[in-house]
């Protein structure tokens, strides 16, 4: 059985895709096989039943929340993620997306955020960088620089939606740019963290 599904930390994470439209240099699928000793690579991308059932094995009631976080974009299956988040908010469960913000260009819509909104709590948007041209030196968007002002459209309309959003970047870029960042953020009324970057040589 592939893993779909997975424990890490507090939280049940939901693997959907490895599909993604970019191609971060940092990416861990660049030296790991997976995440909290789970491989994460899939033969192919599941359904939503095929999720669901694989959730209903799991008491859901012991996490804290449920988390769409592929080895990939998770809005590269943007039916199926909406569809299971229905699915879990129906069964009172808290859900979040961790996401490179481009569910927009990659799905060919303008309302991502506003599709999410009712099935979806927060989402952990990674900002990676202060300016289009930075991010796509490291991110390398299928879209080129227009992936990274997609993604702080859609900061701005999940912060409008409601949505609990928090924008991250990796703890690798030097202090000015974490500030330039910082200040990004703010300017979309999203929450900053700085996440640690996670290395070749941690354990999966
Ligand atoms: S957006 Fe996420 S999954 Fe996609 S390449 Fe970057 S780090 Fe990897």
Redesign the pocket.
């Known amino acids: 059985m592939q893993n779909c599904v997975y424990e890490f930390g507090d939280s049940i994470y939901i693997n959907l895709t490895n599909a993604?439209?970019?191609?971060?240099d940092?990416?861990?699928?660049n030296f790991k096989e997976g995440v909290g000793g789970s491989e994460l690579w899939l033969e192919y991308d599941p359904s939503a039943a095929e999720v669901e059932d694989e959730l209903g094995k799991y008491d859901l009631s012991r996490y804290r929340s449920a988390v769409f976080c592929?080895?990939?974009?998770p809005t590269c299956a943007f039916g199926v993620l909406l569809e299971v988040a229905g699915w879990l908010k129906e069964r009172g469960i808290r859900t979040r997306v961790n996401t490179?913000g481009q569910a927009n260009l990659i799905n060919g819509i303008t309302d991502a955020a506003a599709r999410m909104r009712p099935v979806i709590d927060s989402v952990s948007v990674?900002l990676n960088a202060s300016t289009a041209e930075k991010y796509q030196a490291v991110?390398h968007s299928v879209y080129g620089e227009e992936g990274y002002q997609a993604m702080l459209d859609f900061v701005e309309d999940c912060v409008h939606e409601g949505i609990e959003t928090v924008v991250s970047v990796v703890d690798l870029i030097g202090e000015q740019e974490v500030e330039a960042c910082r200040r990004v953020a703010e300017s979309l009324g999203a929450e900053f963290r700085v996440r640690p970057a996670i290395t070749a040589d941690e354990e999966y």
């Open positions: 993604c439209s970019n191609s971060c940092f990416c861990i699928r592929g080895f990939g974009e490179n990674s991110c």
